[in-house]
């Protein structure tokens, strides 16, 4: 979250970037922003430290799913997602939208790709067998489920939808983390 404010600030006060017309990627340009580094090493970094929250996490979910093997394939499917979505997550950070643009926005397509069906794996397990407050199998099913709908109907805002994706994950992310860490 730092390095992320760093380069918001970076880049609207000593560059041209604007949340309302530029993609979280473009945080990693040097025509938006005078440090594109600063995202770029946030998202590397951040992925190796979701590394150990989604394992933590699948934990809490596979253990809790109890009636049967499907739904314990699931958890493990849903837990693949997360694992190519944060190594996805890693490669953005490596080939920013300067260094490979077809590059990055295939790796940042398949985080948001994998990202969504694992949210939606996940929040089902959720709510089927009450291992948090419903309120979270929910929201990781259908906000971002939401939000990806949105981004063809309105294709002029996708940076600002791109942003809603962000603040999704918060959303659930946060509560769950604290949980966990009980």
């Known amino acids: 979250m730092l390095g ?3 380069s918001l600030i970076l880049g609207m006060h000593y560059g041209d970037y604007s949340f309302l017309f530029n993609t979280i990627s473009e945080l990693g340009s040097i025509h ?5 580094e600063a995202i770029n090493l946030t998202f590397i970094i951040t992925s190796l430290l979701l590394g150990s929250f989604y394992y ?43 260094v490979s643009y ?47 709908v949105l981004i063809p109907i309105f294709p002029a805002a996708t940076s600002i939808l791109e942003w809603c994706m962000f603040f999704v994950l ?7 983390s604290i949980i966990i860490r009980k």
Request: glycine fraction near 6%.
């Open 4 to 6: 992320l404010l760093i």
């Open 56 to 98: 933590v996490f699948f934990r809490k979910i596979h253990y809790s799913v109890t009636d049967s093997e499907f739904h314990k394939r699931l958890s493990k499917f849903g837990f693949i997602m997360f694992v190519v979505s944060n190594i996805s997550f890693f490669f953005v950070g490596i080939f920013s939208v300067d």
């Open 170 to 176: 918060i959303i659930w992310g946060i509560p769950v």
């Open 32 to 36: 938006f922003t005078p440090f594109p």
């Open 102 to 148: 077809i590059i990055h926005i295939s790796f940042a397509a398949t985080v948001f790709i994998s990202l969504l069906l694992g949210e939606i794996i996940f929040g089902y397990l959720i709510i089927k067998f009450n291992i948090f407050n419903k309120i979270i199998g929910f929201s990781m099913i259908f906000l971002h489920l939401f939000v990806c």
